[in-house]
């Protein structure tokens, strides 16, 4: 998936799924399926590893009936792939899919440095 900014639109997914759920229980259900489409593939370290990043943004909404007050809040949910060294990647195709989800992470980390530090631009890609 492609990650933009745009601007007046704020940040797009392409081909993002947004799904609305009533209960902890059907967002459960979500989170479930989610990960079981997830990519994993064996390496020399560890038998399950995660080939992807996997980000759920929950929003919530609600009313204090007291007050006749509306919340909106969101959540994010991140979990990134695993971080591997060249030596404990096995194959060549092990090899570059470390590399990537490296490159992945120091991006994702400067990223996370520009929002930090409310940069104009920030290096989504």
Same mark, same amino acid.
């Given at each position: 998936?492609?990650?933009?900014?745009?601007?007046?639109?704020?940040?797009?997914?392409?081909?993002?799924?947004?799904? /609305?759920?009533?209960?902890? *229980?059907?967002? =459960?259900?979500?989170?479930?399926?989610?990960?079981?489409?997830?990519?994993? +593939?064996? @390496?020399?370290?560890?038998?399950?590893?995660?080939?992807?990043?996997?980000?759920?943004?929950?929003?919530?909404?609600?009313?204090? /009936?007291?007050?006749?007050? *509306?919340?909106? =809040?969101?959540?994010?949910?991140?979990?990134?792939?695993?971080?591997?060294? +060249?030596? @404990?990647?096995?194959?060549?195709?092990?090899?570059?899919?470390?590399?990537?989800?490296?490159?992945?992470?120091?991006?994702?980390?400067?990223?996370?440095?520009?929002?930090?530090?409310?940069?104009?631009?920030?290096?989504?890609?």
């Amino acid at each position: 998936m492609d990650i933009h900014y745009n601007e007046g639109k704020g940040t797009t997914v392409t081909n993002l799924t947004i799904q /609305p759920v009533k209960s902890a *229980a059907e967002l =459960e259900k979500f989170i479930s399926l989610a990960h079981n489409l997830r990519s994993t +593939a064996a @390496t020399n370290f560890n038998a399950h590893s995660s080939r992807a990043h996997a980000i759920t943004k929950i929003y919530i909404a609600g009313t204090n /009936p007291q007050h006749g007050i *509306a919340y909106k =809040e969101s959540v994010n949910l991140v979990d990134l792939a695993g971080s591997e060294s +060249a030596r @404990t990647s096995g194959s060549d195709c092990r090899l570059q899919e470390t590399k990537n989800i490296n490159k992945s992470l120091s991006t994702l980390g400067d990223v996370m440095y520009a929002l930090c530090n409310k940069n104009k631009h920030i290096p989504y890609r």
